[in-house]
DNA sequence: GTAGGCCCTGACACCGGCGTCAAGGCAAGC
DNA sequence: GCTTGCCTTGACGCCGGTGTCAGGGCCTAC
C-alpha cells in the first residue's frame, strides 16, 4: 500500500510516516518510481509507535522496541533494551506524578483559602 | 538596585527579567541614562512570579496575580480574575494526573510481565 | 493533451521560557 | 585615555513531533 493509505488506516498523516522512516523506524521498499510501498507489518508498527508516543517515549526511546519486534518477538518490549527504557520512562513518569501532585496540593490549598475568605 | 543586583537576589538573570517585562510582568523604572531600577517590591514580585512558573503556569496566567498584588491585596491568588486561572490550572493538572497515572499503570503492566517471563 | 490526484524532497513554522551572542553606551579606577 | 564591567536593544537557537507550503514527477481518466 502507498502511503496515503497507511496513513489513513494508521489515523495519521503521510508526513508523520515520513518522519519514522527519517529518525530510522520504519523502512519502506520503494516502488521503481520511487513511491514507498508499504505491507501490513508496518501498519502494526505504526501502531505500536504511536501507541509508545502517547506514552510520553520519544523517537530514539522507540528504536529499541521496534529493534525488538522486527527480531520476531511478538510485543516490542520483551527485550532487555526495551527494558531498560521501560524503566527510565517509569521513573520518569513517577518523578512527574510527585511534581505534579505537589502542585495539585498547592492550588487546592490557595482555592480553599479563597473560599474561606469568603464565607468567614 | 541594578537588574544585576535584582538577578542575583532573585537567582536568576537579568535576560530573564528582561523577559518578564517585556511580557508586562514587571514595570521598573529608568535612570537617566536608561539603566533599569527596581526596589525590593521588585524583589517579592519576581519570587512570586517564578514560584508561579514554577507550578507550570505561563507568563500569561501570571498576569492577574501580578496586577492583584499591585492592587494592594497580601496575596495575589484572592482577586477573582487569578482564582480563576487556578480552578483552570487546576483542572489541567488533575487532567495530566490521570493521563500519567494511566501511563504508569501501562508502564508497570509491561515491567510486570517481564518479570513473569524470566520466571516462569 | 490536459486535468486532477497521488507521490516525491526540502524547508520553514509552531510553542515558551530562556541562553547566548552582537554591537554599542555608561561609569569608575588606573 | 584606556581597561573593565555593568548596562542597553535586537535577534537567533533550542526541543520535538507535526502542519504546511513550494516546486516538481507519475499515473489515470477524459
Same mark, same amino acid.
Given at each position: 500500500?502507498?502511503? /496515503? !493509505?497507511?496513513?489513513?488506516?494508521?489515523? %495519521?498523516?503521510?508526513? %508523520? *510516516?515520513?518522519?519514522?522512516?527519517?529518525? /530510522? *523506524?520504519?523502512?519502506?521498499?520503494?516502488?521503481? +518510481?520511487?513511491? &514507498?510501498?508499504?505491507?501490513? @507489518?508496518?501498519?502494526?508498527?505504526?501502531?505500536?509507535?504511536?501507541?509508545? *508516543?502517547?506514552?510520553?517515549? @520519544?523517537?530514539?526511546?522507540?528504536?529499541?522496541?521496534?529493534?525488538?519486534?522486527?527480531?520476531? +518477538?511478538?510485543?516490542?518490549?520483551?527485550?532487555?533494551?526495551?527494558?531498560?527504557?521501560?524503566?527510565?520512562?517509569?521513573?520518569?513518569?513517577?518523578?512527574?506524578?510527585?511534581?505534579? %501532585?505537589?502542585? &495539585?496540593? &498547592?492550588?487546592? %490549598?490557595?482555592?480553599? !483559602?479563597? &473560599?474561606?475568605?469568603? +464565607?468567614?
Amino acid at each position: 500500500m502507498l502511503i /496515503g !493509505e497507511l496513513a489513513e488506516r494508521a489515523g %495519521t498523516s503521510p508526513r %508523520t *510516516l515520513r518522519y519514522y522512516e527519517e529518525h /530510522g *523506524l520504519i523502512h519502506p521498499r520503494r516502488d521503481a +518510481n520511487g513511491y &514507498r510501498q508499504y505491507d501490513d @507489518g508496518e501498519l502494526r508498527l505504526v501502531h505500536e509507535i504511536r501507541s509508545l *508516543l502517547a506514552d510520553g517515549f @520519544g523517537v530514539d526511546d522507540i528504536k529499541p522496541f521496534v529493534a525488538c519486534l522486527r527480531a520476531g +518477538n511478538s510485543a516490542g518490549h520483551v527485550c532487555p533494551d526495551s527494558a531498560a527504557v521501560l524503566r527510565r520512562r517509569l521513573a520518569e513518569v513517577d518523578g512527574y506524578l510527585d511534581q505534579l %501532585t505537589v502542585v &495539585r496540593d &498547592r492550588l487546592r %490549598t490557595q482555592l480553599e !483559602e479563597i &473560599r474561606c475568605q469568603m +464565607n468567614p
